[in-house]
Each structure stands twice: as C-alpha cells, then as structure tokens.
C-alpha cells in the first residue's frame, strides 16, 4: 500500500467534515425563512419529539430504576442513601438525560428523518420541488432540522422527569429510602447550573443529530442500498458525536 | 371549453451544440441541436440510455453543458442566477416519468403545493383552482386519497393536474407512458393534446413510444449517441431511410443499436470458463 493512501483518506474525512459545516452555513438562510412558517416546524416537533414519546419515556423509567438500584447499592456502603435524589437526579439532568436522549433521538427520529429525506430524493420528489420553484432546503430540510433541535430539549426534560421518577420508585419503593429525604436533598442540591448544563447539551446534541439525519438523507445516494447506508451513516456518527461533544461539554462546565 | 388554435411560430426553447458529459464516462450528447415552437407539442425520442431525460435536465437548469447552450424563453439557462432560474421555472410545468407525488400529501395538497408556495391565495380560491384542474385530469373524487392508493395512472394524471396548476406557458412530459396500461396512457395522450390545443401550452414529450407520440406531436427528433439523429414532422421521421431511425420507429431487436452489449467473444469466454 503507498504511503498517499491514508492521507488520501484523511484529507477525504477533513473534506466529509467540511462538506457537513457548509451544509450548515446554507442551511441558516433556509433556516430563518422556515421560522416564518411555524406550522411546518410545530409538524416536524411532532413527528421528532411526540412519535419518539413512548421511547424516551421507556427508557427513562428503566435508566431511572437503575440508577435507584445502583445509587442505593454504592450509598448504602457509605451510610449515604438519603443521598440517592441528589445522586440520581445530578446524574440524570446533567449527563444520562441528554445523552441516552441524543441516542434514543438518533436511533429513533433521526433515521426516519434520513430516510425519509433520502426516499423523496430517491422517487424524485426534491427535484420535483426544485423543478417547481420550490426550495427543498427551505421547504423540507430546514423545517426537519429546526423540529429536531427544538424536540431534543423536550424529550430530554422528559427524559429526565420519568428517570426521576424510576429512582424514586425503586429507591423510596422498594430499597425504603426515607422519601422526605429523597426529595429535600435533591431540592437543596442541584443547582440552576446543573440543569442549564442539561439545557445546553440537549441543544446541541440536538442540533448535532438534527443537523447529521437532514444531511446523510438530502446526501444519500438515491437508490435502496444508499438510503439503507445513509441510515446506517446517521446513527454511528450520531452516537459517535453525541459522546464526543459531551466530554467537551463536560469539561467545560466543569 | 373552446379549442384554440395554438399560435404559429417563435422558439421557446432552443438547445444549441450542447455537449455534456460526467467525468468518467463516455459524453452523453456531443452536439446536440433542436428548438421547440411556441403553442407546439414537440416529441424528443431515442432509445433508453440517450440521455433524453438528462437533456430536460439542461433545460429546467439543474445541470449545466460543457458547451453549447439552452435557451429558455430566450434565456440563456446557464447564465440565470438561482432567483432568476426559479422565476423561468414558475413558468414551466414538469411531469416526472413517476409522478413524484410529495407522499406526506393527499392528491388536493399535492395539487395545491406549488399555489400555497408561491402564491397568497384566499381558502376559498384556492380550493376551487385545486378542484377544477382535478377535474381537468378526471380525479376530483380522488381528492382525499393518498398517494400510496393511487395507481400509477391516477398518479400521473394527479402530477399532470399539479404540473398545470400554475397556468405554465411550457409543459415537460418525461416519459409518461412508462408502465401505463392502454386505457391510462390513452387518457395522458388525450390530456396532451387537449391541454395543446385548449391553452395552447407548448409541449415537450419526451418518451420511446414511438406510435403514441407520432400520433399528437407537430415536431419530433430522434436522439441516439449522443446526438440528433432525425427531425421532422411524424411523417418525415417514418419515411426517414436511415437505418438507426428505421430501426427505431419499426422496434426492430438488433441494427446500428446492437441487441448485446459489447462483450468479449462469447465461445472463446464460455470455453476458457470451461478450461
């Protein structure tokens, strides 16, 4: 193997990375001409965030139980478990709820949406809005892109909510912590910091897999084959981006 | 409605030596050259694989030549910015050889899509313009279904009803007789023609069918690699002795267009399988 290929492949990844950023530079235009048509986004809201509804609410509960279980189990070696609301709900606002959000998102809304979006390039429909005057990146994308990236902070308090409530349930139902002090630690404890971390991260998971569904679909090649990888495309580096920037994140509200 | 003689003469659309090709691979036009008459149905032909449909593409913009050029209204297509090249597709209608329905729509949604996106026409309005080009392609009852329940004559007929929508001065028909039993492609050729003849909207069919398009165009041309190979009035093209076009308008199996694609010499390849 010459020693030129893997720096043509390296300067072919840079190249992917940069197509994505101008992607997202026109996709601002389109982006501010969608938000004078709410109705578009209030329908794209519901299908990102409502449809992915019993998911997140799911697998919220289960993540919260867990984190009872566990939380309970590493407390109680302390004498701490009065401590298990703080524990749980710092771990849900702060890290577990947008990320196990951004995932679920991704694997749920997001390779619809790129399906979606590669099937109407696929059957032609973009170019018939094209061939109609009519700008798909305004009509179809930046809707599509602005529903997921307002839904992801809604499913993610959500997220957070029900996970809350799974801790209480195992914690205060059946490990009998006191349930005055579940709830009167968490209270003092997680601070308005905590959850505009939470805030912040679900945004930008949000605009992460929002912005890589709208892309890998506009982008699939239109054909079975090429809408499946596109899919595929869109959940490992989703999933891969989601946890990279969450260090970042992490590290800088550290 | 009355019929209307389609006015006579001036050029809508005039493609001058254009020359296109993707890198890597042979050209798919190396000079090309053919107009289309105001108020006329114009018929472009060929075999699958000419580029019939890449050439509507140079045309409607999405793609520019290498030489030569489109000109649409007596634009330059090249040379139109993107406000100006979606202003001269407001004034052409397109139907695509599947009808490229927006699935998320019903059939009246579908119809109105290109109205509620350029216009600010009240409900009311609205809704009747919808209904009476439903009724124009017979599908006003249809007007609650889906997509997905249409067959695929109602589909086309749906997408011609929404290609018309706007009052266009141009309509692009990319094959549509594909796949349409004898009933459906008779109702489109009969809706050609009557939207022809009736609004005097020039036409530009592109298809193989041979007989369907012979039987409603003024003008046709014969595409085959990559080039014009025959124009004419239907007529002319029938009575045409070379043999690419008489082989094209009889159907013929083998000729100039060879049945097998260039492969190396089959009893020496099944042989050295053999061995």
């Known amino acids: 193997m010459s020693i030129a290929a893997p720096l043509v492949r390296a300067s072919d990844r840079v190249a992917r990375i940069g197509r994505v950023g101008v992607f997202q530079l026109r996709l601002l235009g389109p982006c501010g001409a969608a938000l004078a048509r709410p109705r578009l986004i209030v329908h794209q809201v519901y299908n990102a965030g409502a449809r992915s509804l019993v998911i997140i609410m799911l697998c919220g509960l289960f993540v919260g139980m867990v984190l009872g279980l566990q939380g309970y189990d590493l407390l109680q070696r302390f004498g701490s478990e009065s401590a298990l609301g703080i524990a749980a709900a710092l771990g849900l606002v702060r890290e577990l709820g947008p990320v196990i959000t951004a995932l679920l998102f991704a694997g749920r809304a997001g390779t619809a949406l790129t399906s979606e979006i590669g099937l109407m390039r696929a059957t032609d429909q973009l170019a018939a809005m094209e061939m109609m005057a009519v700008d798909p990146l305004r009509r179809v994308i930046a809707p599509r892109f602005l529903g997921g990236v307002i839904a992801m902070p809604l499913l993610t308090a959500i997220f957070d909510i029900i996970g809350i409530f799974g801790a209480h349930l195992v914690g205060v139902g059946l490990m009998r912590v006191e349930a005055g002090s579940f709830w009167s630690q968490m209270q003092s404890s997680v601070e308005s910091h905590d959850i505009n971390e939470g805030i912040v991260k679900s945004l930008v998971f949000g605009v992460a897999c929002s912005l890589m569904a709208v892309y890998q679909g506009y982008h699939a090649e239109p054909t079975a084959e090429g809408v499946g990888l596109a899919t595929t495309r869109t959940v490992v580096i989703s999933a891969v981006l989601t946890l990279l920037l969450d260090y970042m994140l992490t590290a800088a509200f550290l | 409605m009355a019929a209307v003689t389609p006015p006579a003469g001036g050029t809508l659309v005039e493609v001058r030596d254009v020359h296109y090709a993707v890198a890597g691979r042979p050209p798919v036009f190396s000079g090309v050259s053919l107009t289309a008459a105001r108020g006329r149905i114009t018929a472009i032909m060929g075999p699958s694989g000419t580029g019939k ?58 119809v109105a899509f290109p109205v509620r996106e350029h216009t600010r026409l009240p409900e009311p309005l609205l809704r009747r313009l919808v209904l009476m080009k439903l009724q124009a392609v017979g599908l006003r009852g249809a007007a609650e279904m889906r997509p997905a329940a249409l067959s695929g004559g109602m589909a086309r007929r749906v997408a011609l009803a929404r290609a018309i929508v706007m009052d266009p001065e141009l309509l692009i028909y990319d094959e549509p007789f594909v796949g349409l039993d004898p009933i459906s492609m008779g109702v489109i050729l009969r809706l050609i023609q009557a939207l022809n003849e009736t609004l005097g909207i020039t036409s530009i069919v592109v298809s193989h069918d041979v007989h369907e398009l012979t039987a409603i165009a003024h003008q046709s041309y014969l595409l085959s690699e990559g080039r014009v190979v025959a124009a004419g009035t239907p007529q002319q093209l029938a009575a045409e002795p070379t043999p690419v076009v008489r082989q094209f308008m009889s159907g013929a199996a083998d000729g100039p267009v060879p049945f097998h694609y260039p492969a190396p010499d089959y009893r020496a390849q099944l042989l050295a399988e053999e061995a």
């Not at chain 2, 297509?77 to 597709?89: C, K, P, S």
């Open chain 2, 53 to 110: 449909t890449t050439l509507l593409r140079l045309m409607m913009g999405a793609i520019r030549p290498q030489q030569g050029s489109v000109a649409m209204f007596g634009r330059d297509v090249a040379t139109l910015g993107h406000a100006e090249l979606y202003a001269m597709r407001r004034r052409v209608g397109m139907l695509f050889q599947n009808g490229a329905l927006l699935t998320d729509l019903d059939v009246f949604e579908n």
